[in-house]
């Protein structure tokens, strides 16, 4: 209904070709339309996010801040499914398989041994066990003469802190009695059972870390569900593990479980300090690169199975295609960060680089192998639409693609993804194999004269056309392989607008704030959530665009109202699984 909304008022329903509505007509439908629609969001609906294990990316980071260990999923787990809106914290697809079940407990078993074999960093984590002089003449009297162990409860009490502080931090929450008992008599077993004596402390304490490491309370995401048929606000420490798997792809640490405990999370001012906190951490540019690379698509660019054709490439490099990738997180970050403006995405005059990838696009004077923004005196160049990542991503693996180009404008910066084609009509690329590019334009110019093509592909084509002047690797040229001719970059969107080129396009997009506000709040909603966006969000789609566009695009507001929203705060029980005492056993 939102698409027939705006197709209506644009004037592009019905299709040419069709009788147009008069303005009664318009105004009648556009009524009706919209009043179903206000009727349908009258009544709040948060969505259903179902119990999920940690991501790979939040499983990798969750251990690096609980043990100081880093571990590289990549090797060792299964690669995650993406979902949703495109990303891989979705939950409908984020369940435990046997394999990984045994792929954790080797995880745990080396993660512990490692953080045990740096003793500095152990005893960071595990106080001594070893006791003065004057402690131990005091341990043997009194066994001696009272028939008591105290350095038996000495040790039992260094333990349970240890313990304590370890666990909380996994679990995300502090510890129920139960809970404490229950790993402590754990403790207590292995401690009595081990040998040698001498380091038998050591060995209980290891033996529960890796147990807490294999917890469910650890691996997975689970909130309560307390038989309830209405909306319900999450609990303080529920919300705290939202925010920092949304802000750091990780656990709370420990001052966000100190304002969970206290109840400030609920103050929507003091929950706004916690989140300006957490976004100046270093640790907010996992978000950014986990959520830049799953939005604009480039995240298999540095997987392996990613090709381009060698013979046809040479200079795509491994060494390249990592830069590219590197520029894109970069340049995100620091519209994050620093110049705290998202609309830069489009209309930034810098980028970063290092001298290999500045060699590459041809500009000179950058030196070494670290990435750094430079100002451009290209203005193609400038923002995600001259990026080497997008623009190889975005092509085949012997030459572009003007349609994968357009449909990436379309659904990245103007957030309407086509129509998927109509049923019976091959894909063009699988229909003729098309190895010179000079025969692309001519090619889909015949094919969008099918009306059934024509619809979508005559924005989606002409955008890409714009970009043509970038090869299939991101390089600038000015005419095809086999031709001294210009290449045509001209275009004309269906609202009117006309262009010439990526520099043209981009002055067009620009105008464009709007819905690129609404595509990038819907997509950092279902990131935030985990979950796809649906149309019970709608309004709170429309509140995150226009607080980007009321604060001249600046994140830190708008994330904070993704954190303060509705179905970010509140949830609903899932009727398959009511469990109204989640957390209560180890």
Known sequence: FLRVIEHVEQGTMPPEGKPPLTKMEKDTLLFYVKKYIKDALERPDPGLIASRRLSNREYEYAIQDLTGITVKTDSLLPRDPGGGEGFDNYSGTLYITPLLVERYFEVAESVIKQM??????????????????????????????????????????????????????????????????????????????????????????????????????????????????????????????????????????????EAAYHEDLKNPELLRKQVQRMLKDPKAKRMAESFVTQWLEIDHLVQPEFEMDQALFPEFSPEIRTAMYQETV?????????????????????????????????????????????????????????????????????????????????????????????????????????????????????????????????????????????????????????SAQPIDVSGSLKSGEIFAGAVELKAILNTKEEQFANGISRKMLGFALGRSIEFKDTKTIEALAQVLLENNFDPVPFIEEVVLSYPFQYKKTDQVVVDPDVGNDV
């Open 116 to 257: 045990h074999q740096n003793t500095s960093l152990w005893r960071k984590y595990v106080p001594s066990e070893t006791f003065s002089w004057l402690q131990q003449i005091k341990h043997w009297w009194y066994r001696l003469v009272f028939d008591q162990d105290l350095a038996y409860d000495a040790i039992m009490q260094k333990a349970q802190a240890a313990i304590n502080s370890f666990a909380t931090l996994a679990y995300r929450r502090y510890l129920t009695p139960a809970e404490r008992d229950k790993l402590l008599s754990f403790f207590a077993e292995v401690y009595q059972n081990s040998s040698p004596k001498h380091s038998r402390y050591d060995q209980a304490i290891q033996e529960v870390f890796k147990a807490v490491l294999v917890s469910h309370h650890f691996l997975i995401r689970q909130e309560a569900d307390p038989p309830l048929k209405e909306p319900y606000p999450i609990s303080s420490f529920e919300l705290a593990t939202r925010i920092s798997s949304f802000l750091w792809c990780s656990i709370p640490d420990v001052e966000l479980l």
């Open 330 to 482: 970069e340049y995100f970050n620091y519209t994050l960060s620093e110049s705290r403006n998202f609309f830069e995405l489009l209309n930034g005059d810098y980028t970063f680089l290092n001298q290999a990838l500045a060699d590459y696009y041809g500009i000179t004077g950058i030196q070494g192998s670290e990435m750094r923004r430079v100002a451009l005196q290209q203005p193609e160049r400038g923002g995600i639409l001259g990026m080497g990542s997008v623009l190889t991503t975005t092509s085949l693996p012997n030459r572009t693609s003007p349609v994968l180009r357009g449909k990436w404008v379309m659904e990245k910066v103007l957030s309407t993804p086509p129509k998927p084609p109509p049923p019976n009509v091959p894909d063009l690329e699988a229909t003729k194999e098309i190895h010179d590019e000079l025969t692309l334009r001519e090619a889909l110019v015949i094919h969008r004269e099918d009306p059934a093509c024509y619809g979508c592909h005559q924005d989606m084509d002409d955008l890409g056309f714009a970009l043509e002047n970038f090869d299939a690797i991101g390089r600038w040229r000015v005419n095809y392989r086999n």
